[in-house]
């Protein structure tokens, strides 16, 4: 497979733009006069740093085989986009040799997206009906991790990098829960934290013998450096390896993942990459940083890439946090945590109460009972407040403990009610969720632009009680008499110094 590289050629600006309509339908925007026009299916890899940033790189693997590599562009409107999606990309190649001996051009870029997944769809209305559990992501998340050391001929270690820290069983400590039954797996992350569903056992998973590099070489015709640390070095390894281990007559197609661990550099000091979905195009990969081979936490994350799920983003005053959700894997590394509850029900391991503008009517309160997430797969609550009002997402309610596989909540987060909004809608939709607050019994948050009110009212046994109000506005002398709670401020009726003061409704 040959690779080429695309790079963004309007300076500090975004040239991904995500087309929600067929491919043969997407509008073309030429970026200079040499134009080019590349289809194919996109391979998106999400970057962890160890300085708490991210970034992304979009690969478009071709029908012949080619793999093109879109630069430039970062965040922003192509965020929706996951491996899989069949993506068109326009505009000129330039002349240049980047890293690696390729060819690199200049281009915008239109993506439209392939035919979504099935979604129960109601026959009488054009809006799909969201279930209150997604089918299961994986059952059996067979996995390959894969240490890698880079060597010179005499054995040492490449310029800029160091051998191993960790040996092969520390590794399998860290990754197989039948090597180390009292401590954090990622084995026994997945198996708590999806309630048995989702395995990765001694059974279907292997933690490979290490595999020596040389300091530099060619994979498909593309040169790769552990000097480097672009992307395509990444792929460049990758591939080198697999030739390793098929040479050894190791079946690398009985493996659904692939994580190979990465030897300690200076010049590539990242926690993880993972492969944001995986469609079967292309081997499914990871690959993790020098210091992180050990880290159960840190290799979940990235499988959990691999199974489509985004980050989990904290609403922060003036801002978002990417990583800033205490209560999910899928934020801050690396205490062991599960993802939080519309990831959780986004993998398929959650059955959730769905609510919208059918069961939650204005002025109406619901009232839920949820266990805490750590032990039951039967709990939380979607709100889909879209139904009411366009163009704000859903609403997501969990409880929170720290046992079982969030043991290591933190002391703040744990015994608390947790907010969240996601557009995620299904298993394959890679967006972010977003954590809006945590409250302790007797608080509340609400949603202006909904008018929906959240208040954990206490505890009843193990289980949270909480109401979910939608406000139909200011309390009315029919709404008093009813004993309705208009306003959603908790009170209803005489308990409510709003009513007190209304004439009787006659």
């Not at 690398?252 to 590539?268: D, F, Q, W």
Request: with cysteine.
């Amino acid at each position: 497979m040959t690779r080429r590289w695309l790079s963004c050629g309007c300076a500090n600006a975004i040239c991904l733009f995500l087309a929600l309509q067929p491919l043969a339908a997407a509008a073309r925007h030429l970026a200079s006069k040499e134009q080019s026009v590349v289809d194919g299916t996109a391979a998106v890899l999400s970057m962890d740093r160890e300085d708490g940033t991210a970034s992304r790189a979009v690969f478009v693997q071709t029908g012949s085989g080619e793999r093109v590599q879109v630069l430039g562009s970062k965040q922003g409107p192509h965020a929706v986009l996951h491996t899989g999606m069949r993506v068109r990309v326009t505009g000129s190649w330039l002349d240049g040799a980047p890293a690696g001996g390729t060819q690199a051009a200049a281009a915008g870029a239109q993506l439209g997206l392939a035919p979504p997944r099935p979604a129960k769809a109601d026959p009488a209305s054009s809006r799909v009906q969201l279930l209150p559990s997604n089918p299961l992501i994986e059952r059996e998340v067979s996995t390959l991790v894969i240490p890698v050391s880079a060597v010179t001929a005499r054995g040492g270690a490449c310029p800029g990098t160091s051998l191993p820290k960790f040996t092969a069983a520390q590794v399998r400590r860290a990754v197989l829960q039948e090597a180390n039954r009292n401590g954090t797996t990622v084995g026994g992350i997945f198996n708590q934290c999806s309630y048995g569903k989702s395995r990765l056992t001694e059974a279907n998973s292997l933690v490979a013998p290490l595999v020596k590099l040389p300091c530099t070489g060619t994979s498909n015709k593309v040169v790769w450096s552990f000097n480097r640390c672009e992307f395509t070095d990444f792929y460049g390894w990758a591939d080198a390896v697999d030739e390793v281990l098929r040479a050894q007559g190791l079946v690398l197609e009985k493996y659904a993942h692939r994580v190979y661990l990465m030897p300690p550099t200076s010049t590539c000091t990242f926690v993880g990459v993972g492969m944001l979905g995986c469609d079967g195009s292309e081997p499914c990969r990871a690959w993790m940083g020098g210091e992180w081979w050990a880290s159960p936490p840190a290799i979940a994350h990235q499988l959990f890439h691999n199974l489509y799920l985004g980050h989990a983003s904290a609403a922060q005053p003036g801002g978002v946090d990417e990583y800033g959700d205490a209560t999910s894997g899928m934020g801050f590394c690396c205490e062991g945590r599960c993802p939080n509850t519309p990831q959780a029900w986004q993998m398929g391991w959650l059955t959730l109460q769905q609510l919208d503008s059918s069961s939650l009517k204005p002025g109406q309160t619901v009232q839920l009972r949820l266990a805490s997430q750590a032990v039951s797969s039967q709990t939380g609550a979607r709100i889909d407040v879209s139904s009411w009002v366009a163009g704000v997402d859903p609403i997501f309610v969990g409880f929170r403990t720290a046992e079982r596989g969030d043991k290591n909540m933190q002391w703040d987060a744990a015994g608390n009610v947790h907010i969240y909004t996601a557009a995620i809608a299904n298993n394959y939709d890679a967006r972010p969720s977003m954590w809006q607050a945590s409250l302790a019994a007797g608080q509340s948050w609400s949603q202006p632009a909904s008018g929906v009110v959240v208040r954990y009212r206490g505890m009843a046994g193990s289980s949270a009680l909480v109401s979910v109000c939608r406000r139909g506005g200011a309390e009315t002398a029919a709404s008093c008499a009813a004993g309705v709670d208009w306003d959603c401020n908790g009170l209803a009726g005489g308990a409510d110094p709003a009513c007190t003061s209304k004439p009787s409704a006659r």
